[in-house]
């Protein structure tokens, strides 16, 4: 199983007008990302897709179903996401988890993550979508665009057979 990370992925959550060059970005008056989502929730439903988003709608119809795992901040942020993800796919399901680094433990023998987080201990069993915010990131896998992210799910399907 490929498990799918919405934001930074198939999701653009562009508060700043560009994108990032550092996770923790923040503005002249020291608010982060999660400052904009929390005062304005719709931001997550408004947000426009990342390219990414063919690959992902290519494997939901391949395999019938697509599982996403994502960190939102609160409970507005979960509702809008699901909204967003409405949208776009038809047959999901969707884990939220409370930190990033939870989502390692989706990620056992046989499973793999598509994901942009920069601090994961390891990257083994993912797939790292390449971000400004990553390039000081290493990882086996990492996918520059959608052709890099096919070649990469292909190999690791193949693996799993």
Avoid: C
């Amino acid at each position: 199983m490929i498990y799918w990370d919405i934001d930074g992925v198939i999701r653009n959550l562009d508060v700043w007008g560009y994108e990032p060059f550092d996770w923790d970005e923040t503005d002249e008056e020291g608010h982060d990302v999660f400052y904009f989502l929390r005062k304005d929730p719709s931001l997550f439903y408004r947000a426009k897709t990342f390219p990414y988003i063919e690959v992902a709608q290519k494997y939901e119809q391949e395999k019938g179903i697509i599982e996403f795992i994502t960190h939102q901040p609160t409970d507005k942020g979960k509702r809008y996401t699901k909204l967003w993800i409405e949208d776009y796919f038809t047959s999901f399901k969707i884990h939220f988890v409370k930190s990033p680094e939870e989502k390692l433990g989706f990620i056992t023998e046989g499973n793999f993550l598509v994901d942009d987080y920069p601090y994961f201990p390891s990257y083994k069993r993912i797939i790292l979508i390449r971000r400004n915010y990553n390039t000081i990131t290493s990882a086996p896998m990492i996918a520059r665009n959608n052709l890099d992210l096919l070649h990469y799910i292909n190999l690791v399907e193949k693996e799993n057979l």
